[in-house]
């Protein structure tokens, strides 16, 4: 009797079980998408978030500097052809080597942030890189068509002398640039790039006004 007994309650206990299996799986049909959003991996709120750290400075800062950091680069590319001075040759090779991929960090962002990467300015030679057209308002340091058709013209201690010149203060405007994205900008990387270029650019404002036996 008490083995009957004993099968009778496990019996009844698997039904019981199987019972609740339907009845959950039946649930579960009518909240499968709810489910499948609970049981997906959620994106960290850091990630999520990452887009909106920033601020219209940080934007102001990307845009401007993007065609800053490419007029520098121009004026570098001048000194291979033109310069006498290996020093002054090294000095505008490094200047290339630092901002082109400064420049590539500034579009991700932009681009990221669904805003506009600035272009090539238009204009000299339909290469699209003439920064003498368009030039922001109010840009620290940028040179001029009549300055940078100068520099062209120029070659050896003259060209270095002048592309030091021109250099100096075009990095100065980077800095103050950059000095404006540390004290107002959020977005970290871009605060982190401005004290960057406030550092490597003020180093090398020393270093021209050395070569030109300013300092």
């Given at each position: ?6 099968l ?9 079980a199987?019972?609740a299996?339907?009845v ?5 049909g009518?909240g ?20 909106g ?25 001048m000194?291979s052809?033109?310069?006498s ?15 082109g991929?400064e ?8 681009t990221?942030?669904g ?13 699209g ?15 001029g068509r ?8 120029f ?17 100065k405007g ?7 994205e540390k004290?107002?900008?959020k ?23 050395k070569?030109?036996?300013n300092?």
């Amino acid at each position: 009797m008490l083995m009957y007994r004993s099968l009778s309650r496990r019996a009844a206990a698997a039904t019981v079980a199987a019972t609740a299996a339907l009845v959950l799986a039946a649930c579960g049909g009518g909240g499968s998408d709810d489910e499948a959003q609970s049981l997906s991996p959620k994106p960290p709120a850091s990630a999520s978030a990452e887009a909106g750290t920033h601020n219209a400075q940080d934007i102001a800062f990307a845009q401007g500097m993007i065609p800053h950091h490419r007029q520098a680069i121009e004026m570098s590319e001048m000194a291979s052809g033109h310069a006498s001075s290996p020093k002054v040759r090294h000095l505008a090779e490094r200047i290339k080597k630092a901002q082109g991929p400064e420049i590539n960090t500034m579009s991700g962002w932009l681009t990221a942030w669904g805003e506009d990467v600035p272009r090539g300015m238009p204009g000299m030679n339909g290469t699209g890189r003439d920064w003498d057209h368009s030039v922001p308002p109010g840009m620290p340091g940028m040179m001029g068509r009549k300055d940078v058709e100068k520099l062209k013209k120029f070659s050896g201690q003259d060209f270095d002398a002048m592309f030091l010149t021109m250099m100096i203060e075009h990095h100065k405007g980077a800095v103050k640039m950059a000095t404006t994205e540390k004290a107002k900008g959020k977005y970290g990387p871009a605060k982190k790039l401005a004290d960057d270029i406030g550092t490597s650019q003020s180093a090398e404002i020393t270093e021209m006004n050395k070569l030109l036996g300013n300092g």
